[in-house]
C-alpha cells in the first residue's frame, strides 16, 4: 500500500464469533507483565477483585519515594511499571530502574544507569523496561537516552554477556553517521522471542538530527541482527518519495512512544514520527516515507509488511503519538484481528492487522497549498469515516475560550493576528493556529480496549498552539527557523480554545461511533467560580479491567479517577499529591488488587515528585 484513496475491503478468513470466548485468567494475566499490560498493547487487565461496587472503598496501600526528583532541570514521571512474579520494575524520575516487592512496595535493588557517575544533561523521560524471561533466565531491558542496557532481574546487576559490560550504545551500527548528533529512546524496547527491537532516534529540528531506524538485537549479545531504514535508502521500497538525496540528509521519523507485537503472527508494529524539519519541508520534496506512518515489520527480519501514512510531507508536527493498539474487535458476529492507531489529530485509524486494509473506508481529502516560498505540500491527507474525530479539528472564531469576557478578548486579540482555518492549514511569518496542537488530540499515554465490551477507551485534548517561521539567519544549515512557537492561552494560563478541554472517549468498535463521552477532569479554582465540567488536557493514558472499570490520572486536578467501563460514570477518585503525569497499571500481589500510579508532577508549572502510590481494598 502507498497511500491514496483506501476503501475498507472484505476482510477475507475473518472468523465467526458470537463473542469473546471466556476463560479462567492465569495468575499472569492478572500481573503487569508488559508496559501496556500485555505485547499488544491494550492496557486491559483480567483482575476482578475490585469493582464498580466496591472502587469506593479504595486505598491507600503502600507509597513508595524513589528519592531522585529535581527541580532544576525539573524532572517528571511517565513511567508505567512492570509486575511479574510478585516483583514490581519502575524507573525513577532520573532514569534509574527499582524493583519492589508488588505487595508492600519493599525495595529489593535499585540499578543506576550512570554507575554513580553525574549526570552530563537532564535525564529526560523514560517510559518503562521491558521483561524477558527464557527458562530461569529473567531480564530486564532498560532504555537511558542512547544506551540500552540488559539487567538481571534478580539482583539488578547488569548482565556482562550482553553488549560491553551489559550495555549497547544505540548511536553505533546505526547506518548512518552520527557525529555532533543527539539520540534517544524514552519509551520501553519490543522483546520478540530472541530480539530485542528498539525505536528511538533524534529530535525534529530544524538543527541535524538522526534518523530514526528500526533494529533488532540479539538479547543474549547485543549484536546487531537486523536494520529497517525509516528514511530508505536508493533500491529500498519508498525512497522516490524523498527529492533527490534529502533521505540521506533528513532526520526524525522515529518511533517514540513505543512499538506493539503480535508473536503469533511474528509482527511488530511501530507509528513513526515527523522527518525534521517539523514545520518546513521544502528541502525533501515528496510524501517522505516511513515519515508519519503506521508501520509492520516481520520481527525477525526487519522487512515491510505493510504500510498505511497517515499524514503525508508533515510539517505540523502530527507524528504518530502513540504505540499503535492490537484487537481482536467483533462487527456483527465477525471477529477482527486490528491494529488502531491513535493520531494527535484526534483520529483512531482501524486496519485488518495483517493485511493493512481500513476497517472503515479512508478518504483523500484535499488541503490548501502552502505560501511559503519552496515549500510543496501534499494535494490530499487522509480522513477516516469512523469513528468521528476525537477533538475538534482547525480552527473557527467560535471556538475562542468564553470562560470570561476577559480572556475571550485576550484570545480574539491573539488569533487575529494570524493565519487561521481547516486543519491542514499552514503557517507563514504571521503565524497560524494550530489545532488540534502539537500536542494532540491523543498522546503517548496510550489507550485502552476491553474485548468482552468491544470497547476502546481513548482520552483526548483540546490543545491549541500559535506557530510561526520565518527566514533562518545567514550561515544557518536550514532554510527556516521557528519565528514563534507558544500554546494558545488566556491570560491566566487556560487553554484559549471554549471548554471542554479534555474528554474520555469510549468507541463502540461494532458500529465505530461512540459508546459514551465524557468531560474529562476539572480545574478546581474555575469551579469554585461556577465554570464546572471544563475538562483539563491530560498526560498519560487510561486502563481498563474485566470487572468493569477504567482507571486514569493525567489530568490536571491531580485526581485518579475510576470510571464505569459501561456508562463513563466516575466511581471513585483521589487526589494526589502531584500530578499523576503517567498511565496506571494494575494486578494481583498475594491475593489483592492494586492499582499503582506514579505522582511526578513536573509539568505545567507542578512541583517535582518522585512517589508511586498503590491502592488496594
Given amino acids: 500500500m502507498h497511500r491514496r484513496s483506501f476503501l475498507a475491503q472484505s476482510l477475507a478468513g475473518a472468523a465467526l464469533l458470537p463473542g469473546p470466548r471466556a476463560h479462567a485468567a492465569t495468575a499472569r494475566e492478572r500481573e503487569w507483565p508488559n508496559y501496556a499490560g500485555d505485547a499488544h498493547g491494550t492496557r486491559h487487565s483480567a483482575c476482578e477483585q475490585i469493582t464498580p461496587a466496591n472502587v469506593k472503598n479504595l486505598k491507600v496501600a503502600w507509597s513508595h519515594r524513589t528519592g531522585d526528583a529535581s527541580t532544576r532541570p525539573a524532572t517528571t514521571i511517565e513511567s508505567t511499571p512492570v509486575v511479574v512474579d510478585g516483583v514490581l520494575y519502575l524507573t525513577t524520575p532520573r532514569c534509574k530502574v527499582q524493583a519492589l516487592k508488588a505487595s508492600t512496595g519493599e525495595v529489593l535493588w535499585t540499578f543506576d544507569p550512570l554507575q554513580g557517575k553525574s549526570a552530563r544533561r537532564a535525564p529526560g523521560v ?342 510561526a517561521i520565518e527566514p533562518a539567519k545567514d550561515g544557518m544549515p536550514f532554510r527556516y527557523a521557528v519565528k514563534r512557537r507558544e500554546v494558545l492561552l488566556d491570560p491566566n494560563g487556560y487553554p484559549g480554545i471554549k471548554p471542554p478541554w479534555g474528554y474520555l472517549t469510549a468507541i463502540d468498535c461494532d458500529k465505530g461511533d461512540f459508546a459514551w463521552r465524557i468531560v474529562n477532569g476539572e480545574y478546581p479554582e474555575l469551579k469554585a467560580k461556577g465554570i464546572k465540567k471544563t475538562g483539563t488536557p491530560s498526560h498519560g493514558g487510561c486502563i481498563s479491567t474485566a470487572s468493569g472499570l477504567v482507571f486514569m490520572a493525567g489530568t490536571f486536578d491531580k485526581k485518579i479517577r475510576a470510571y464505569s467501563s459501561d456508562s463513563g460514570e466516575v466511581l471513585w477518585e483521589y487526589e494526589l499529591p502531584a500530578g499523576g503525569f503517567a498511565t496506571p497499571c494494575t494486578y494481583e500481589a498475594d491475593g489483592k488488587q492494586f492499582v499503582v500510579i506514579a505522582a511526578g508532577g513536573g509539568k505545567n508549572g507542578f512541583a517535582a515528585r518522585d512517589e508511586f502510590l498503590a491502592f488496594s481494598l
Avoid at 380 to 389: L, N, R, W
Wanted: net charge neutral; aromatic share 12%; charged share 25%.
Fill in 126 to 467: 523514560n517510559r518503562g523496561v521491558a521483561y524477558r524471561e527464557q527458562g530461569d533466565t529473567k531480564h530486564i531491558f532498560s532504555v537511558y537516552q542512547d544506551s540500552l542496557w540488559c539487567i538481571d532481574a534478580k539482583t539488578g546487576k547488569p548482565v556482562p554477556s550482553f553488549g560491553k559490560e551489559g550495555v549497547v550504545d544505540l548511536k553505533e551500527n546505526f547506518d548512518h553517521d552520527m557525529k555532533n548528533l543527539n539520540y534517544r529512546h524514552t519509551s520501553p524496547v519490543v522483546v520478540y522471542n530472541d530480539t530485542v527491537i528498539t525505536g528511538g532516534g533524534g529530535g525534529e529540528g530544524p538543527y541535524p538530527e538522526a534518523p530514526g531506524h528500526i533494529r533488532g538485537f540479539d538479547a543474549k549479545t547485543g549484536e546487531r541482527k537486523w536494520i529497517f531504514h525509516t528514511t530508505p535508502r536508493p533500491g529500498e521500497y519508498g525512497n522516490d518519495t524523498w527529492e533527490g538525496d534529502s533521505w540521506a540528509t533528513t532526520g526524525g521519523t522515529n518511533n517514540w512512544a513505543g512499538m506493539v507485537l503480535d508473536a503469533r503472527r511474528g509482527i511488530v508494529y511501530a507509528g513513526i514520527g515527523s522527518p525534521a524539519f517539523d514545520y518546513y519541508g521544502g528541502n525533501r520534496k515528496g510524501d517522505n516515507l516511513f515519515g508519519n506512518c503506521l508501520l509492520a515489520l516481520d520481527a525477525k527480519t526487519g522487512k515491510r509488511k505493510w504500510h498505511f501514512q497517515i499524514v503525508h510531507h508533515d510539517v505540523w508536527d502530527y507524528d504518530m503519538p502513540q504505540q499503535p493498539i492490537l484487537i481482536t474487535m467483533r462487527q456483527g458476529r465477525r471477529a477482527i484481528d486490528a491494529v488502531v492507531q491513535c493520531t494527535k489529530q484526534g483520529f483512531a485509524f482501524f486496519f485488518d492487522r495483517q493485511t493493512g486494509k481500513p476497517i472503515w473506508p479512508i478518504e483523500e481529502r484535499p488541503i490548501a497549498p502552502s505560501t511559503i516560498p519552496g515549500e510543496l505540500l501534499s494535494k490530499t491527507q487522509p480522513f477516516p469515516s469512523k469513528p468521528p474525530a476525537l477533538c475538534r479539528q482547525g480552527w473557527k472564531d467560535e471556538y475562542i475560550t468564553d470562560i470570561s469576557p476577559e480572556a475571550h478578548a485576550h484570545v480574539k486579540a491573539l488569533v487575529e493576528k494570524v493565519n487561521r482555518g481547516p486543519m491542514y492549514t499552514t503557517t507563514n511569518q504571521a503565524g497560524a493556529v494550530v489545532h488540534p496542537g502539537f500536542r494532540g488530540g491523543m498522546l503517548w499515554g496510550g489507550s485502552s480496549f476491553d474485548a468482552k465490551r468491544n470497547r476502546l477507551f481513548v482520552n483526548s485534548d483540546e490543545w491549541s498552539n500559535i506557530l
